[in-house]
């Protein structure tokens, strides 16, 4: 492998990311993903796993763990690239800093094309995107259909023991020394 190659990943905080999950997978469609994922097509007088992921975060946490579904909206990010090759990757970008991250990716595997230099950020990055074509890609104007703005939400989810409860499923995540996060506390 080339030292002049770039490896990337983009990660993003364990508590949103979980968050972001529950509401996106379990509250907003009633907890059908979860029960088409997770439950085995196990009911119970009519209640599903689903049912109860949806019910509540707390419930969409125990869901995830009792069943051990791991699917890629929450699984730990540490598992999804073998430790084997966590050494070779050599730019972790971050979600909450998603278009200044993509910017310096974009322009860190910047080309020269011909003897000249094409700056990749400035081609397919510092426009073309959002509504009218005109925005940055991952700009503000810029919403997903599935967003959640689940880092707003995480007082109103959260509490002490949730928050320990989820640090403990993600301790691999925090402990990871590649994705580097910040250990910040809610409470």
Not at 3 to 10: D, E, H, T
Request: charge should be positive; proline fraction near 2%.
């Amino acid at each position: 492998t080339s030292p002049n190659w770039v490896r990337a990943i983009f990660v993003r905080d364990p508590k949103e990311r979980i968050l972001s999950a529950f509401l996106d997978k379990a509250a907003r469609n009633h907890g059908l993903y979860v029960t088409r994922h997770c439950c085995n097509e196990e009911i119970i007088s009519n209640y599903t796993c689903g049912d109860h992921a949806h019910a509540s975060f707390l419930g969409f946490l125990q869901v995830v763990q009792s069943k051990c579904c791991c699917d890629s909206h929450w699984g730990r990010q540490s598992k999804r690239i073998d430790e084997a090759f966590q050494p070779f990757i050599n730019f972790v970008g971050n979600f909450d800093r998603m278009q200044e991250d993509t910017r310096r990716l974009l322009e860190r595997v910047s080309l020269m094309v011909g003897g000249n230099y094409n700056n990749l950020w400035t081609e397919f990055g510092a426009s073309g995107w959002g509504p009218n074509g005109t925005d940055a890609i991952f700009s503000k104007a810029t919403k997903a259909k599935h967003e959640t703005s689940a880092i707003t939400k995480l007082r109103q989810y959260y509490n002490k023991s949730v928050e320990a409860m989820v640090e403990e499923i993600y301790r691999t995540d925090y402990d990871n020394r590649l994705l580097n996060f910040t250990h910040v506390s809610l409470f």
